[in-house]
């Protein structure tokens, strides 16, 4: 298993254990490779071992990053109550049981947080809350090799107050964050892969909860086929999974708040809310 690291020097490849300086190597290269873990093992070859990692960014380039949602089912439950009072309630139950699922777009690089970066929640929204997810990296031929975390910000209200107002609650300046790292593999054992979600606010932990990916309803290759189908990625994509955390009807977030989410052996990415 590869670990790719992004920094302001250029790439960072995590193997065995060993970090090497790879900045020769670039993401779009990776994605654009038809064999991306060929492609970084080939860039490895004489690269010199580092000790440290400097600072991170997201591990982006020119990739867009889309996202699917109610693949859960406490994310089926969570939409259908926000909703409820506009009517769209059953729309959520509709998309959980349909054979095609909901995928809407997400964010261009310019606005994903990196790893120790700030996330935004919307002046206009008032209920805010993070939505942790694995996060699919795909490549251009439309095959997933490798996965991150994800963080996809949300304006619950907005959403819940017309479910045509998703793109304005989930698409704004530093709407997602990735990272710490993209981890190339094929595969993850999904049933017992775990993700967890911590928000602290002045020191104190404020909310905590964890799924299993082995609880997304769909399998992750037919979100990546659907993701793909009618249309063409040149630079590969991202593709967020599904949140399995929601925090209770009463919480939102605040300035300030930090979010840690943790997916291994992604590792843990933590960001800040601005």
């Known amino acids: 298993m590869l670990r790719l690291f992004a920094t302001p020097c250029g790439l960072v490849v995590e193997d065995a254990g060993r970090l ?14 038809t064999s ?11 690269a010199p071992v580092v000790s440290t990692l400097p600072d991170l960014l997201a591990p982006i380039q020119s990739q867009e990053v889309w996202a699917a949602g109610v693949t859960y089912l406490r994310s089926k439950t969570a939409r259908m109550e926000e909703s409820r009072d506009a009517g769209g309630g059953s729309f959520y139950d509709r998309v959980y049981e349909a054979d095609r699922p909901e995928i809407f777009f997400k964010a261009t690089p310019h606005r994903v947080a990196g790893p120790g970066g700030v996330v935004r929640i919307r002046a206009d929204g008032k209920w805010n809350v993070p939505e942790p997810e694995l996060t699919l990296a795909i490549n251009a031929d439309g ?30 300046d530093r709407c997602a964050a990735l990272g710490p790292c993209l981890v190339i593999a094929d595969t993850l054992p999904e049933a017992s892969t775990a993700i967890h979600l911590s928000i602290r606010r002045e020191g104190a932990e404020v909310f905590r909860g964890e799924t299993n990916v082995g609880r997304i309803k769909r399998p992750l290759a037919s979100l990546a086929e659907w993701l793909f189908r009618e249309n063409k990625f040149p630079w590969g994509a991202f593709l967020m999974t599904g949140t399995g955390i929601v925090p209770p009807d009463d919480f939102t977030l605040r300035s300030g708040d930090e979010i840690r989410i943790r997916i291994e052996p992604v590792g843990e990415l933590v960001n800040r809310v601005a």
Do not use: H
Not at 36 to 46: H, I, T
């Open 20 to 33: 090497f300086s790879v900045p020769s190597l670039r993401l779009d290269g990776v994605f654009r490779s």
């Open 143 to 172: 095959r997933i090799f490798g996965f991150t975390i994800g963080n996809d910000m949300s304006s619950r209200d907005i959403e819940g107050e017309n479910p045509l107002y998703l793109p304005q609650a989930k698409v704004y």
């Open 36 to 46: 991306p873990a060929a492609e970084v093992r080939a860039a490895l070859s004489g």
